[in-house]
């Protein structure tokens, strides 16, 4: 069993900035990978970055740029960097632990999330 939870959260303006975190425990066995995804109320969930395997990271294609991912493995910590957002990045923000070919699936272990509003 694996758990995460976020933190971080809040209201932004447009064009500031925002970390999100993720404290990650218990037990991951096998090939796992983390990363983050998102949902904006009423839409489908939307993959925002992971790591892969051999340590690097993929940020979704819209989102590079702006978004990066980092973590510090010494404190199982997990994070998200928001650099300008822009009001479409208002959404509930997760972190997910999964086994890496099934990353941008959407399927693997998260925490409760944690919002994000960008206003004007």
């Known amino acids: 069993q694996v758990y995460l939870q976020e933190s971080g959260g809040g209201s932004v303006q447009a064009g500031g900035s925002l970390r999100l975190s993720c404290v990650v425990s218990?037990?991951?066995?096998?090939?796992?990978?983390l990363g983050w995804f998102r949902q904006a109320s009423g839409k489908e969930p939307e993959g925002v970055g992971f790591f892969e395997s051999d340590g690097s990271e993929t940020i979704a294609d819209r989102l590079k740029g702006r978004f990066s991912i980092s973590q510090d493995v010494a404190k199982r910590t997990l994070y998200l960097h928001l650099n300008n957002p822009q009001l479409e990045d208002t959404a509930m923000y997760y972190c997910?632990?999964?086994?890496?070919?099934?990353?941008?699936?959407?399927?693997?272990?998260r925490g409760q999330g944690t919002q994000v509003t960008v206003s004007s």
């Open positions: 218990g037990n991951m066995e096998g090939n796992y990978c």
């Open positions: 997910q632990a999964d086994l890496c070919w099934r990353s941008w699936l959407l399927k693997g272990y």
